[in-house]
């Protein structure tokens, strides 16, 4: 497990290389086995590929930099809140947290299927949801851009030291 925490790296760069989809299909089979409050598994996934044009002006619009651009991929990763569980103390909703697992099953998953990822949380939800039409109720979170790394150079991780956070 240590490889794959330290190969992922956010990668904003993506070569032409185009994944098979049956690869990005077993990398969702593996990452949906995810743990979620409760395991009410409130997500869902849209997957856009490279001959989704609509689909990836759609993205291309939402978060504006270029080399979003290149990846032949995108997951979008998406949560159902009536899904989610809630905490009774304090009614606390848990759907970013299970998202967040999801998302990042998916991030690890890819590294270990040899492709590359970057969570983009800072996207403009209006663009998005008026080009792209999800559900009713489902609300994206993250889109991962997915694809092969343009470069076989995984970045030095930039970290606190592990005494720095514990308390
Ligand atoms: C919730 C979340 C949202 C993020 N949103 C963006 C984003 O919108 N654009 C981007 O380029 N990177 C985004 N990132 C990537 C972070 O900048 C990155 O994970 C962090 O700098 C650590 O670098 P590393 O992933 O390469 O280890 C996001 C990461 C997380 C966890």
Known sequence: MQLLTHDRYSCRA??????????????????????????????????????????????????????????????????????????????????????????????LCATDAGLASCWVCNFDPAVLTAKIEFPQGVTPVAILPLGYAASPEIPAKKRKELDDILI
């Open 14 to 107: 993506y070569s032409d290389r185009i994944p098979a989809a049956g690869q990005i299909r077993q990398i969702l089979e593996d990452a949906h086995m995810a743990p979620s409050a409760c395991n009410r598994q409130p997500w869902r996934i849209m997957v856009i590929g490279p001959d989704d044009a609509e689909g990836r002006q759609a993205i291309a619009a939402a978060y504006d930099r270029a080399w979003i651009s290149q990846a032949p991929y995108y997951i979008i990763v998406c949560g159902v809140a009536d899904e989610a569980w809630v905490r009774p103390f304090d009614n606390k909703n848990h759907l970013d947290v299970d998202i967040a697992i999801l998302t990042e099953h998916i991030c």
